[in-house]
């Protein structure tokens, strides 16, 4: 039980930004880079309060199609952290009943030692289901839309798809975690008050929270109170309280 939350409304998805990693090194005198660094704890205290929340879903953005535009060795610092986050952390995550998960696109200047750990990462966990955590790495929600589009066209081409067969259902199908359930509440930290190509299709519905802790200083009680706020909140899907 925590303090002021509904045990019976805990969101079945929150995805997080996690953004601020830069500024929040700047204001201390550090490497950007540092403040990356310092991320992962904010991530693993977020991962066990979505574990004592019973929260079955978390998505959180770690790499963008977008992030390719730094500096070459904040690029080449987030791969190889990335990396040994995963390599350090996986067998932790295993033993808590986590599945771990990668949506983006896998190839392009990824890596691909990086893939292999996250291919490796994606099937050691393959059968826990506490709690699916997502990384979106090297994502994008234009990328993602736009590798649906191309793999639709395919189906039309190959005629075992009509174009007026498709549907909302044959897109969100195509995504690149179709079984992921859209979040119901998106959390951005840092007092950016943008999407930045996150999850365009999943949010449409999605409730949003933007608090302006920089993301190394964000623990599992900011969850706890992304929780309690949204469970104020009155979500209608378009349509009028009955
Ligand atoms: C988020 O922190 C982490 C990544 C985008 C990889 P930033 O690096 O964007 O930090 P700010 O926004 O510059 O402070
Ligand atoms: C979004 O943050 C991407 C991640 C947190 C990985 P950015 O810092 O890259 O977004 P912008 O550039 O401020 O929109
Ligand atoms: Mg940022």
Redesign the pocket.
């Known amino acids: 039980m925590i303090d002021g939350i509904d045990p019976g409304r805990i969101p079945r998805h929150i995805a997080i930004?996690?953004?601020?990693?830069?500024r929040w090194a700047q204001l201390r005198g550090l490497k950007r880079t540092e403040g990356h660094a310092a991320g992962e704890e904010a991530l693993f205290d977020a991962v066990e309060g979505g574990l004592e929340l019973g929260l079955p879903w978390m998505t959180?953005?770690?790499?963008?199609t977008?992030?390719w535009r730094?500096p070459l060795d904040e690029v080449r610092f987030l791969m190889r952290f990335n990396e040994s986050l995963l390599l350090r952390r996986r067998d932790d995550l295993n033993e808590r009943g986590v599945r771990v998960r990668f949506i983006g696109r896998r190839g392009g200047r990824v890596p691909k030692r990086v893939l292999r750990h996250i291919e490796d990462t994606e099937a050691l966990t393959a059968k826990n289901r506490r709690m699916t955590l997502t990384f979106?790495f090297n994502?994008g929600g234009r990328a993602e839309l736009t590798d649906a589009v191309r793999a639709i066209a395919g189906e039309v081409k190959a005629g075992t798809l009509k174009p007026d067969q498709i549907s909302d259902r044959t897109i969100a199908r195509h995504l690149y975690a179709p079984d992921m359930p859209d979040p119901d509440l998106m959390v951005?930290t840092?007092g950016?008050y943008?999407?930045?190509?996150?999850l365009l299709w999943q949010s449409a519905y999605s409730e949003f929270l933007f608090t302006d802790v920089l993301?190394p200083d964000f623990r599992r009680e900011h969850l706890f109170d992304a929780v309690r706020e949204f469970q104020n909140r009155d979500r209608r899907f378009g349509a009028v309280e009955t």
Do not use: H, K, L
Request: zero cysteines; aromatic letters at 20%; a neutral charge.
């Open positions: 930004v996690m953004d601020g990693n830069g959180v953005y770690a790499f963008s977008e992030n730094r979106a994502y951005r840092s950016e943008r999407i930045s190509n996150y993301w």
